[in-house]
């Protein structure tokens, strides 16, 4: 069956970098777009930037623009989140998900992990 498993989460300073990833299983990940969302407390899901299936192109939300950058390695099944200058406003849970899209058009599914904490504190 369909997993998504977050980990690399935890405690970081401001400026400080984490790095995230996702494993996931139970489907043909290769074909799916995978992206990051976060929730920080009291707050609505925001999107945080995604990744085309081969890895091809990335885009990101303005807030995170030049500081993450989203990964991937198919061989492993893995999507990575490389955080870095980190700000106190990035503490979030953070969430991994996958999709299928052809030339931009949403096709189906939507699979979501469990997510992993990150904290910025000093």
């Known amino acids: 069956q369909v997993q998504l498993v977050e980990s690399g989460g935890g405690l970081a300073q401001p400026g400080g970098s984490l790095r995230l990833a996702c494993a996931a299983s139970?489907?043909?990940?290769?074909?799916?777009?995978m992206s990051w969302a976060r929730q920080a407390p009291g707050k609505g899901l925001e999107w945080v930037g995604g990744?085309?299936?081969?890895?091809?192109?990335?885009n990101y939300a303005d807030s995170v623009q030049g500081r993450f950058t989203i990964s991937r390695d198919n061989a492993k099944n893995t999507v990575y989140l490389q955080m870095n200058s980190l700000r106190l406003e990035d503490t979030a849970v953070y969430y991994c998900?996958?999709?299928?899209?052809?030339?931009?058009?949403?096709?189906?599914?939507?699979?979501w992990g469990q997510g992993t904490q990150v904290t910025v504190s000093s």
């Open positions: 998900n996958g999709g299928r899209y052809y030339s931009g058009t949403y096709l189906g599914d939507d699979y």
């Open positions: 139970g489907f043909i990940f290769s074909s799916y777009a």
């Open positions: 990744i085309y299936n081969d890895g091809s192109r990335t």
